[in-house]
């Protein structure tokens, strides 16, 4: 899929290195067609890093998708540059008058805190209920997953005695949905996190779908039953070295942590990992483009 971003947007490059097709502003203006219109609400400390691996993850259809790169601004990031946002972010307060074919929100290192402590919570929910009348369908990841559960269907987080760290086996519940479509009985996703929505409140709720889960990481992929909201608690998106560069840089700040599971051959976290995820993570952003955002998506909002 070519992805429409700034000509000067610093994931071009890396991006282009791996012979990732984007496709900047000049080149998209002599297409003649209706792009998708995708909004992304990065969470992430980093978020150059998270804007690069999600754009990799959307970049394999033939649609052409217009992102919007988004930022709650009453939090004050601290480890991505203040031009860097200034460039290419969008506060809401700009974008709020404007319908998205599609949306994500990602995680965010706030998952101990209860929700209503998070600093941009409030304005978070804003976007939560925005969203269900702007955007055809909203795609929540990792902690966005959790905040979109509770804010929209009351389900809980709750604190993990350890936290969950690898790359673990999940099992398909129900083949029937699109979003699943093409996965393997049983497919590799990364995790990182140190709660979890519960299994059990997630099949007890009538408007919600459990399509995948774990005997070690619990729930994964959610689905409402209106097929307008996924809750993904995993990490597919994440590229071959971010179990890596966390494991090291808790390492180095001295954090007691487990070398992550079923990631480093042997567990030897001194040799190369071993990518098992790349296939299931394209499958998801692809079913997810197609049949939830594309085949339903008004042509003209």
């Not at 993990?160 to 393997?184: A, E, S």
């Not at 597919?236 to 954090?255: C, Q, V």
Request: net charge negative; aromatic share 12%; glycine share 4%.
């Amino acid at each position: 899929m070519p992805i429409n971003v700034p000509n000067s947007l610093p994931a071009i490059a890396e991006l282009k290195k791996e012979n990732i097709f984007v496709m900047e502003q000049d080149r998209a203006v002599h297409q003649d067609i209706r792009p998708l219109r995708i909004a992304l609400l990065n969470l992430m400390p980093v978020k150059q890093v998270a804007e690069t691996d999600l754009i990799r993850s959307l970049s394999n259809t033939p649609m052409q998708v217009e992102l919007d790169l988004l930022y709650m601004d009453e939090h004050e990031s601290k480890n991505t540059p203040r031009e860097h946002m200034d460039v290419f972010y969008k506060t809401f307060e700009e974008i709020r008058h404007r319908k998205y074919d599609g949306l994500i929100i990602t995680g965010a290192p706030v998952e101990l805190l209860p929700f209503e402590e998070v600093d941009y919570w409030d304005k978070l929910c804003e976007v939560l209920e925005w969203s269900k009348s702007n955007v055809t369908s909203t795609l929540h990841i990792c902690w966005g997953a959790q905040a979109g559960l509770y804010y929209h269907y009351g389900i809980q987080k709750y604190e993990l005695p350890k936290k969950i760290f690898g790359v673990f086996d999940h099992h398909i519940t129900d083949r029937k949905h699109h979003l699943v479509r093409g996965f393997d009985d049983v497919f590799p996703a990364p995790h990182s996190r140190y709660t979890e929505n519960r299994i059990e409140d997630i099949r007890k709720h009538p408007d919600l779908t459990l399509l995948a889960w774990s005997e070690d990481a619990g729930s994964n992929v959610v689905l409402s039953n209106d097929n307008r909201q996924i809750f993904i608690s995993g990490h597919l998106e994440y590229n071959p070295l971010t179990l890596k560069n966390e494991y090291d840089r808790d390492i180095a700040r001295g954090i007691e942590i487990a070398v992550p599971e079923n990631y480093f051959p042997g567990n030897d976290p001194s040799k190369p990992p071993v990518i098992r995820w790349r296939a299931h993570a394209s499958l998801l952003f692809t079913n997810w483009l197609n049949y939830y955002v594309y085949q339903v998506t008004p042509f003209d909002w």
